[in-house]
């Protein structure tokens, strides 16, 4: 006898994903080139924006070191041992040109100015005369209106030399609208003994800081006569 067997086949159930994207998921595959442009862009951007406002930033200061220069403040540096023991060669100062414009020079001042015979060419050397003063030098001293100078910052006495400006005990007076100069080395600078007063106009400026050498870093002192 035959026996029918009904025998069932299970066979595992197969999943098919047939995915079919929806419309936001397009867009946003769509949008995906357009954001990394965008960032680029962006970045592009703040590139130039902080080279502009560097470029900004180096253009006031720059007309802020112009306006100082020309108007307020200007570095020198000594040449020469004219002004030794007080100022030396290669030493660095700011010459204040702002104060002159208000006040006149004083005796004493140390100050920058053009030099006579070249233009070109700036000195350093101190106030001893002022419009109107009397001075003369004798015995190795200087005397104004009479008056026997203590310049104590000197190291050597005040001499007179062959075919100069000055004579020997023979006063002369400072011309209005001009000023009598000297070193402070007086056997090695070449000033007013030698070229005569100076005009008011050639005068640049005071010297009022000592920036170099670091270790004489300050105020140049004031000296009063």
């Known amino acids: 006898m035959a026996v029918a067997t009904d025998i069932a086949l299970k066979t595992p159930?197969?999943?098919?994903?047939?995915?079919?994207?929806?419309?936001?998921e397009n867009k946003d595959e769509a949008e995906a080139p357009e954001k990394s442009k965008n960032i680029f862009v962006a970045i592009g951007k703040s590139i130039i924006n902080f080279f502009m406002d560097f470029l900004e930033t180096i253009v006031v200061?720059?007309?802020?070191?112009?306006?100082?220069?020309?108007?307020l403040v200007q570095p020198h540096e000594v040449k020469g041992s004219s002004m030794e023991p007080n100022f030396h060669d290669s030493e660095y100062i700011l010459t204040d040109k702002i104060s002159y414009r208000f006040v006149e020079p004083k005796r004493g001042d140390v100050i920058i100015f053009k030099a006579p015979r070249n233009p070109d060419v700036d000195y350093i050397k101190r106030v001893i005369g002022l419009p109107g003063d009397k001075v003369k030098v004798e015995a190795g001293y200087v005397y104004v209106n009479g008056k026997?100078?203590?310049?104590y910052y000197l190291k050597d006495n005040t001499l007179l030399f062959a075919g100069s400006f000055m004579q020997e005990g023979v006063e002369i007076t400072v011309p209005d609208g001009q000023y009598f100069v000297m070193g402070d080395n007086r056997p090695h600078s070449s000033d007013s003994r030698e070229f005569g007063p100076i005009e008011q106009n050639s005068i640049i400026g005071r010297a009022v800081v000592r920036y170099w050498p670091?270790?004489?870093i300050g105020l140049i002192p004031a000296i009063k006569y």
């Open 148 to 151: 026997k100078l203590n310049e």
């Open 13 to 24: 159930n197969v999943v098919v994903s047939d995915h079919r994207p929806d419309k936001d």
């Open 61 to 71: 200061a720059l007309s802020v070191f112009v306006v100082v220069y020309l108007f």
């Open 214 to 216: 670091i270790p004489d």
